[in-house]
T-cell receptor, first 117, second 110 residues
Framework: EAQVTQNPRYLITVTGKKLTVTCSQN?????MSWYRQDPGLGLRQIYY???????DKGDVPEGYKVSRKEKRNFPLILESPSPNQTSLYFC????????????????FGPGTRLTVL | GNSVTQMEGPVTLSEEAFLTINCTYT??????LFWYVQYPGEGLQLLLK?????DKGSNKGFEATYRKETTSFHLEKGSVQVSDSAVYFC?????????FGAGTTVTVRA
């Protein structure tokens, strides 16, 4: 089954304790992205990756890191989590980045609910 | 920059009622427009899309028309069901990036 998977689905942690949220897709997609969803703000892009070893900042990258060593995986790293990073996180992937006038549908993972105490 | 504004919820309806969720946008160039739906406990799914002015996207009884003159992309459904209860997001893209509205929570009562 074609899908985007995320782990863990739920995580409660404490301030300053490094964590990683994994994201994996089995569709051979080039483009992957991380979003956070907060009430009243919709989804905001954190980081994205056009392909292996190519990553760039989205709208809200502060406090996050990513890596893209393999095409299928795009982990999100919080080196020193803080309470303002409590949120619902989504990973998404698409066949290719698309471009002006060209949009490739993004497929979303089920989400990771993170609470930082 | 790009921005999307959609009507705030929550919206509560009875089954078979008519649903409208307003969405307006600001963007440079000629963006593509989308509606995504998020069912409880799940990720987002693409509901419908329109890639140029006057296009109408439709799926599962939902429709939305790309109106360039009013920069709008309102979502409509003529007769909602309990299974339509979800959060609906309007979004736009004029490059490889998606910009989302805040989301509208819709609850349909039997």
């Amino acid at each position: 089954e074609a899908q985007v998977t995320q782990n863990p689905r739920y995580l409660i942690t404490v301030t300053g304790k490094k964590l990683t949220v994994t994201c994996s897709q089995n569709m051979n997609h080039e483009y992957m992205s991380w979003y956070r969803q907060d009430p009243g703000l919709g989804l905001r892009q954190i980081y994205y990756s056009m392909n292996v070893e190519v990553t760039d900042k989205g709208d809200v990258p502060e406090g996050y890191k990513v890596s893209r060593k393999e095409k299928r995986n795009f982990p999100l790293i919080l080196e020193s989590p803080s309470p303002n990073q409590t949120s619902l996180y989504f990973c998404a992937s698409s066949l290719s980045p698309g471009g002006i006038g060209v949009y490739n549908e993004q497929f979303f993972g089920p989400g990771t609910r993170l609470t930082v105490l | 920059g790009n921005s999307v504004t959609q009507m705030e919820g929550p919206v509560t309806l009875s089954e078979e009622a008519f649903l409208t969720i307003n969405c307006t946008y600001t963007a440079t160039g000629y963006p593509s427009l989308f509606w995504y739906v998020q069912y409880p406990g799940e990720g987002l799914q693409l509901l419908l899309k329109a890639t140029k002015a006057d296009d109408k996207g439709s799926n599962k009884g939902f429709e939305a028309t790309y109106r360039k003159e009013t920069t709008s992309f309102h979502l409509e459904k003529g007769s909602v069901q309990v299974s339509d209860s979800a959060v609906y997001f309007c979004a736009l893209s004029n490059d490889y990036k998606l910009s989302f509205g805040a989301g509208t929570t819709v609850t349909v009562r039997a």
